[in-house]
């Protein structure tokens, strides 16, 4: 456990260290700023509540924005070498790679925290239900770790984080696309099944996000986001033994 | 309890490539051995086997009794590592970085301050330690990676090619430094430099082709080389045999050799079976008798010879 925190630590202090973070943080809030207030129709929307405006729009931002953290997180430790140096210090597998998430689920929950003069707003413009809000934001946070979980994973299949970039992108949209309304017909006609569809649907970010953030909290959903980080960290731990040595 | 480190039939396969085979060897408290082999003969792979980086293929490593690969943690805890090339992380100060080396290595609060100073002392950081890592000259970075590594002052020390790319004022206190710590430890080091392994290690193994070739002193691979004191004397055609008369007069005909010879010039390999210094006897000779010397050579080749010696059919398939 001591061993986990001092590795934590390194970690998030490691995203402070050079203007990443910051650039990261910057362009985090500006585009939620954009897309809640140009795309989401934030006033026109007349009620006082972050839900539509803000919330939607998280499962679209983080298919770009949280590949752009984990990609480098196994990717650079790999290509510098330093891997060896990390791999034979007195810690274990679980305990790396647990540390590296960790740190960057809390590097993305601090950027998501700093939205919170948008929750200033919209209280100062009417009275929202505010327990809906921290709902959702929890809801984001924990989706926000399921594409971190996923995105670390495959940083550690390539030394190069371009590709590790990319590659996230593309699984983190095959966690997406299935859950859009605008795929729901085009499912339905191909798969002939009501029940098939139903499981391809849930395996969609979207579906479990969307009862979240409206408030909703299903045990279901907490369980899939949190296995699905589970899932991914073990194979990542697994990708990671595998590698190493490349 | 057996050694500090014992290695047995160590093998590693990366495909189709058998980087390491059957490597084995034990060593003791006090040794310092020195690990040689040319490029891509497997040290690394065995030193990467050796510190828990990479499972072995097949066979065992043990340090302090633990098993490396089933009882990784206890033996982590004894090694200090400097892999190849001193992989550092590029963003951090020195002073981050070995403090989280002290943290993850146990230490806390005070002791953390304490085992930094100490190990900065000694590897002269002190002017460095708020400069990003990536700004440091190579010779600086070596020696963060090198301070690292002895910050737990480890039982067990495992330098991969500790002195490479330092310039000779460096190469010289890193040695002295090894040297310093030798006592109790044990402490294994890779290296491509023959003088070092003639100043600092009490044992030497070379490998070839992921094969162990020789494990002996450096004094007694030295004495494997024929040239181990010999002297060249160089002379001009026409006096070639009355010079190799002479010297088979002195030391007997079977220890003068005659070289390959260039143009007018030959040369002549005069060794003695003892492989005693023989060159004031020579030159005394040559006075006395006045040969036309076109050069007098002690022969400095030692190692270098008998590494090529040994490492050479290896290497070709
Ligand atoms: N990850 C890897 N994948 C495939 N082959 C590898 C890998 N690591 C090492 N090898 C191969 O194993 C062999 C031994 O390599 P190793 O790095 O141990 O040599 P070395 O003795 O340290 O050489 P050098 O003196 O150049 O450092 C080489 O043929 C190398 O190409
Ligand atoms: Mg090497």
Redesign the pocket.
């Known amino acids: 456990m001591r061993s986990t925190l001092v590795l934590l630590k390194r970690e998030l202090t490691g995203y402070f260290a050079t203007p990443v973070a910051y650039v990261f943080i910057c362009i985090f809030l500006l585009l939620c700023g954009i897309l809640t207030f140009y795309l989401g129709s934030f006033y026109e929307n007349g009620q006082a509540t972050l839900g539509p405006a803000f919330f939607e729009f998280h499962p679209i931002l983080y298919i770009v924005l949280i590949p752009a953290i984990s990609m480098r997180l196994w990717a650079e430790e790999r290509k510098q070498g330093t891997i060896e140096l990390l791999m034979t210090l007195p810690v274990t597998l679980p305990q790396l790679v647990i540390s590296k998430f960790a740190a960057a689920w809390i590097f993305a929950g601090i950027a998501l925290a700093l939205t919170f003069p948008l929750w200033l707003t919209v209280n100062y413009l009417g009275d929202p239900d505010n327990g809906v809000i921290v709902a959702s934001y929890i809801a984001s946070w924990l989706m926000a770790g399921g594409y971190l979980a996923l995105g670390a994973c495959i940083s550690a299949i390539t030394k190069n984080q371009v590709i590790a970039f990319v590659l996230a992108v593309i699984v983190s949209l095959c966690f997406l696309i299935p859950g859009l309304p605008q795929v729901a017909g085009f499912l339905e006609s191909t798969l002939h099944s009501e029940t098939l569809v139903e499981v391809v649907r849930s395996f969609s970010f979207m579906t479990h996000f969307g009862a979240i953030s409206r408030g909703v909290i299903d045990l279901r959903d907490l369980i899939f986001f949190a296995s699905l980080i589970g899932v991914f960290l073990f194979m990542n731990a697994i990708v990671i033994e595998l590698k190493k040595?490349? | 309890m057996g050694a500090m480190i014992e290695i047995q039939n160590l093998q590693?396969r990366?495909?189709d490539?058998t980087?390491?085979d059957g490597v084995s060897f034990d060593v003791d408290r006090g040794e310092v051995l020195g690990f040689l082999?040319?490029?891509?003969?497997?040290?690394?792979?065995?030193?990467?086997m050796l510190t828990g980086f990479l499972p072995p293929s097949g066979g065992t490593a043990r340090v302090g009794g633990h098993d490396i690969t089933s009882d990784a943690l206890a033996a982590k805890r004894l090694i200090g590592y400097l892999p190849?090339g001193a992989p550092l992380y590029p963003d951090m100060t020195p002073e981050g970085f070995l403090a989280f080396i002290a943290e993850i290595r146990g230490y806390r609060g005070a002791e953390v301050r304490a085992r930094v100073d100490d190990v900065v002392q000694k590897v002269q950081l002190q002017k460095v330690m708020r400069q990003p890592i990536e700004t440091l000259s190579k010779g600086f970075k070596r020696r963060v990676g090198l301070a690292q590594a002895i910050l737990h002052d480890p039982q067990v020390l495992v330098l991969?090619?500790p002195t490479d790319g330092l310039d000779p004022n460096q190469k010289h206190e890193v040695r002295g430094l090894i040297r310093s710590m030798q006592k109790d430890k044990v402490i294994i080091l890779?290296t491509?430099i023959l003088e070092e392994v003639e100043a600092l290690c009490s044992r030497v193994i070379i490998?070839a082709g992921?094969k162990l070739v020789v494990d002996c002193t450096p004094a007694q691979l030295a004495a494997k080389s024929k040239w181990h004191n010999a002297v060249r004397v160089e002379i001009p055609k026409t006096e070639s045999a009355r010079v190799g008369a002479s010297l088979a007069d002195m030391f007997g005909s079977a220890a003068v050799e005659q070289l390959a010879t260039e143009d007018d010039d030959v040369s002549l390999l005069v060794s003695t079976k003892e492989r005693r210094s023989i060159l004031s006897e020579i030159s005394q000779r040559a006075q006395s008798e006045k040969w036309k010397l076109d050069g007098l050579h002690v022969e400095h080749g030692k190692l270098d010879e008998v590494f090529r010696e040994l490492t050479r059919p290896t290497v070709a398939n």
Do not use: L, R
Not at chain 2, 40 to 48: L, P, V
């Open positions: 040595a490349d | 590693k990366f495909g490539i980087a390491v082999g040319p490029n891509g003969a497997g040290k690394s792979t065995t030193m990467k190849e991969d090619e890779s491509h490998i992921g």
